[in-house]
């Protein structure tokens, strides 16, 4: 993989509310940590997941898990995009906007690692075209869970296109996350994902302490 070089990886936003995202690969326990991330934060913290939380983008996730669908893959970056990109108008803005925090399973690292790496796409090209359907929005911390891609696949359900895509995608995606967990070092915090779920919430709540309001 080209290595990842660009500081438009962490541009800050101006918004009174905070943007934090949780990331890792398929299997990390990234959703189980959103939730008690967002549970663990100040009243009126909003949670929400990618590709979702709009009725569109929730159509979109649907046609993005479908196993019978067979998908090229700059078509699935940008279906990608385009959930995203209605997710950020209809509701992550105005929440920032309105001095709101969101907790975010999932937001643009996953589709530099995931389709700009993994699917060979390019990260720069991701990187790019993630930008153009967020208007430059990316996140003011983002909590990395490290899991080794063995077990992460193990926990996988494997009931979707991309949680079926094997052992080597894994591998390939989490070597893309622990580069841009390097070139956005300053808004990205690896924590171990290893361990019981209230173990991992610990670690997680003092990497956010830890980040500062």
């Known amino acids: 993989m080209r290595p990842l ?3 438009r990886l962490h541009d800050p936003h101006p918004y009174p509310g905070r943007l934090i995202t949780v990331e890792g ?9 959103a939730r008690l991330l967002a549970d663990a934060l100040r009243e ?4 929400i997941r990618e590709p979702g939380g709009t009725e569109a983008a929730e159509q979109i996730r649907g046609l993005l898990a479908d196993r019978s669908v067979d998908l090229d893959p700059l078509a ?3 279906l990608f995009c385009a959930a995203r990109a209605d997710l950020v108008a209809r509701v992550i803005r105005p929440a920032l906007e309105a001095g709101r925090d969101v907790v975010s399973d ?3 690292d996953s589709t530099v690692a995931y389709q700009g790496a993994a699917r060979g796409l390019g990260v720069g090209e991701a990187i790019t075209i993630t930008e153009l359907a967020t208007d430059g929005l990316w996140p003011d911390l983002t909590i990395l869970l490290r899991v080794d891609p063995e ?3 193990g926990r996988a359900e494997g009931d979707d296109r991309i949680e079926s895509e094997g052992l080597e995608f894994q591998r390939a995606v989490a070597e893309a996350y622990e580069e841009i967990a390097i070139v956005a070092r300053d808004r990205v915090v690896v924590v171990d994902g290893t361990g019981s779920v209230e173990e991992v919430h610990r670690r997680v ?8 309001p």
Not at 25 to 33: A, L, M, N, W, Y
Not at 205 to 212: K, L, N, P
């Open 205 to 212: 709540m003092d990497a956010v302490e830890a980040a500062g």
């Open 151 to 153: 077990t992460g696949l």
């Open 76 to 78: 699935e970056l940008l």
């Open 106 to 108: 999932r937001f643009s």
């Open 44 to 47: 009126g913290t909003l949670l």
């Open 5 to 7: 070089r660009s500081s």
């Open 25 to 33: 690969i398929d299997g990390s326990g990234k959703s189980t940590q």
